[in-house]
C-alpha cells in the first residue's frame, strides 16, 4: 500500500506540474523549478528511516547535479525555434551530458566526486 500512495503521490506532481504549465507557462516553470521532486525524496527516505547520511548526501549530490542541468533549460527555448521538439529536446540534453563531463572532471580536482 505504501509503494501505491509513494507512486500517486510522485506521479500527482507531475500531473499538478504539467496541468498547471496548461494555464500559466510561468506558473508552471517556477513549480516545476521547485525542488520538489528532491523534497518528496527527501520525505519517502526520511519514512523510511533510511540513514541521516544518505538523506544528507542526497541533497548534497542533488546541489551540485542541478548545476550543470541549468544550460538546457536556455537551450531547449533557442532549438525549439530553430527544429522540432525532439531534436530540441535530444540536443538540449545531449549538450547537457557533455557540459556535466567536463564540469565533474573539473569538480573532481576539488575533491567533489560526482560520477
Do not use: C
Amino acid at each position: 500500500m505504501y509503494f501505491l500512495i509513494k507512486y500517486l503521490v510522485t506521479a500527482g506532481l507531475i500531473l499538478v506540474i504539467s496541468e498547471a504549465a496548461k494555464l500559466s507557462v510561468k506558473l508552471g516553470g517556477l513549480i516545476a523549478a521547485l525542488p520538489l521532486v528532491t523534497v518528496f525524496t527527501l520525505i519517502w527516505l526520511n519514512y523510511e528511516q533510511q540513514p541521516i547520511a544518505k538523506i544528507s548526501n542526497h541533497a548534497y549530490y542533488t546541489f551540485w547535479y542541478v548545476i550543470p542541468t541549468l544550460p538546457m533549460f536556455l537551450l531547449m527555448p533557442y532549438f525549439l525555434t530553430r527544429y522540432n521538439f525532439w531534436l530540441s529536446l535530444f540536443l538540449s540534453l545531449a549538450i547537457s551530458i557533455g557540459i556535466f563531463g567536463v564540469y565533474a572532471m573539473v569538480l573532481k580536482t576539488f575533491g567533489i566526486d560526482l560520477i
